[in-house]
């Protein structure tokens, strides 16, 4: 039957076939009566009253085609260029420590710049959670980019640095602008995608992390060629120069270009406003641009699977922060003078890119989510314990190989492990305070990883890669288990029903209790 419908038709059969059913006459006296009138209405508002001979409301994939379309090509291009700057001005240090860093600010022979990287982490993890409140009650599309502007004056700041102290000081409130990026980010593009599209976009956008490092390295080859001394600044300050000033102008574009959400974007026509609107009532959210209440979103942290992502996010965080600000000095071990370091973390980082496009793009087209977390997790265990144990004199090639391994175990998890725990929470503000939490949880474990590579233990740095290669075996064998646990759950609450229910047969409008509602199962 041809759809004759507004561009509103969008919702497959599966999303609301269980909606309909118990709107049936026959089955609506199964509804609890606080229920029904809830259910008339969504069902009023989104299918206005037009369905087929079947009852179910047909699909326009044309109209869903092109306002998806229309969301990639001007929202991910902007959320991925801002969080290219964001990663380039939290780990170009690593760069400069290979050009003179430590002795351009008298920290050589000393702790000095583990202690810059560890300070970065404390403000990072206590300001998060009230910048991601902040970023709900006034809009992640204002707050994101002011954030930006933020730390790109802060990057540029560093370049009049001349001591120890003075970075100390940058690096603290570099934390507090940073702390709330990912996370705003996440919860921004849950308003604009459903569960099953988010994966494969938010690793698109995160692929400008890899991106960032390997650009980094790129324009720190290329900025280091500059003849120590032919100009007034130290090459590696042209670093934090080019960056800073790219952050700032990016950061004003952002400002007067992002909308507000989706259905609400400037660029939208009121058709595709609506159409926005009902598909993330549909497959992502409970109440769409629901108002923040603090009181309810706190109520997801008495979730034991909350406090299970946590562990996991505790033990991605080690490995992660060990690849974005030691890669340089992990690859240094192979022998390369400074500028070859910075030119051979580039392939990595690429790769590292692609390997987390397919990851998640697989993740996407089976809705499965856990098994890809874990695999990131085996890859991040085998680079490290491959690169702890062979001789690089002998296996060069094998040492080099065991850091693309490195990469492709960081990038994967950090983002589906997002995606599995947001995918699982359709309470907008639930999901906002679980990601503003967990999100700094892994990125605090920077303080771990800046303090076990130490100089003393370099170039092999032995004991670190053994320490990271345990927190990667340990992340594999919890989501392992939670997702063995959730497929078990799902089984129980199928018997209870007597009937096997597909996840994406649940509206999430009917979701706003999580697991307490009987209908309720989870993406695994």
Known sequence: MQCKLSSVCFISKGLLSGLITRYDKDNIKSIKPDLIEEIKLTLEHIMDEKKDSDGILLIDPAAERSLLWKFDLRILPALAIMYLFNSLDKSNLG??????????????????YNLILSIFFIPYVLTAPFLAVIGKKYGPHRILPLMMLCFGCLTLSVVGVKNFGGLMAVR??????????????IYYLTTFYRRGELARRLALFYAAQSIASAFGGLLAFGVFQIPAGATSLEPWRYLFLIEGCGTIVFGGFALWFLPASGSQAWFLSEDEKKLAYDRILADSSSKVN????????????????????????????????????????IISRLGYDSVKTNLYTVAPNVSGAVMLVVLAFSSDYTRWRFPFVALGFMFTF????????????????TAYFSTFMMTWGTSAPSVLLDVWFNNNVANEGQRLVLTAVGVPLANMMGVVASNI????????????????????????????LLGLWMVRDNKKRDEKQ??????????TSLLQDGPDSEDFRWLL
Do not use: H
């Open 95 to 112: 760069n400069a420590k290979t050009n003179g860093l430590e002795a351009s600010l008298g920290m050589t022979g000393t702790n000095g």
């Open 172 to 185: 603290w409130f570099l934390g507090m602008a940073e702390s709330a990026f990912f996370p705003l980010v």
């Open 290 to 329: 629901e108002e923040f209440n603090l009181k309810r979103s706190l109520t997801i942290l008495k979730r034991p699977t909350s406090w299970v992502f946590f562990m996991i996010e505790i033990c991605l965080g080690v490995p992660l922060q060990s690849v974005s600000l030691f890669l340089p000095q």
């Open 382 to 397: 085998v680079g490290f314990i491959i690169f702890a144990s062979v001789d690089v004199t002998t296996q060069l090639q």
């Open 453 to 480: 590579y130490q100089n003393q233990d370099a170039p092999k740095y032995f004991p670190a890669l053994i320490t990271t290669a345990v927190f990667g075996s340990l992340g594999f064998v919890l989501t392992t």
């Open 498 to 507: 007597g009937k096997k229910v597909n996840v994406r047969d649940i509206p």
